[in-house]
């Protein structure tokens, strides 16, 4: 099994669904705080691969909510610099595992990657109701805005 870090943003219900699946599947998973964690541009890029730049970004954030923010308009350049400002524009979770780094919860990437078998049969049905939901995206929904209940960093207790 892999010992996985994971930066989340503490308290959102995805990223709680998500470490269950892991731990369920014999993982160790090491959450660090997103928004609090010192990002460089190097490290920060590191985890987007060959994405495009519009795929990097949390879509639930209040700016790229509002439309401030519109990641198709923007350079990979210009997107670090928006995240090292404003964390909460990083799409979550980051997740490393060795020398590859990953972004966002594919649970084909990661079932093809790490694994996501549980590793006992009395998780097996807990497991597949996770993976049968949405693991990408906010908890609460892709059109939920953030904005609206006024989080503080960190606080997101959907």
């Known amino acids: 099994m892999a010992r996985i870090i994971f930066y989340e943003k503490p308290g959102c219900r995805g990223s709680v669904k ?3 699946l892991l731990t369920a599947a014999g993982h160790q998973v090491v959450a660090y705080n997103l928004l609090t964690e010192p990002w460089t541009a190097e490290r920060l ?8 730049v519009s795929e990097w970004f949390n879509r639930t954030a209040p700016r790229v909510q509002s439309g401030e923010v519109v990641p198709e308009k923007l350079d990979a350049e210009s997107a670090l ?6 964390p909460i524009l990083i799409r979550r979770p980051l997740i490393e595992v060795g020398d590859r780094r990953e972004v966002g919860f594919d649970v084909e990437l990661l079932d093809a990657w790490i694994g996501l078998k549980p590793a006992d049969e009395s998780l097996q049905e807990m497991s597949e109701t996770l993976m049968q939901q949405d693991l990408q995206n906010c908890a609460h929904g892709h059109s939920h805005g953030h904005g609206e209940h006024k989080h503080e960093h960190g606080s997101c207790k959907h």
């Open 81 to 86: 610099l928006l995240m090292l400002k404003e």
């Open 18 to 20: 998500q470490k269950t």
């Open 45 to 52: 890029r590191s985890f987007f691969g060959d994405r495009p």
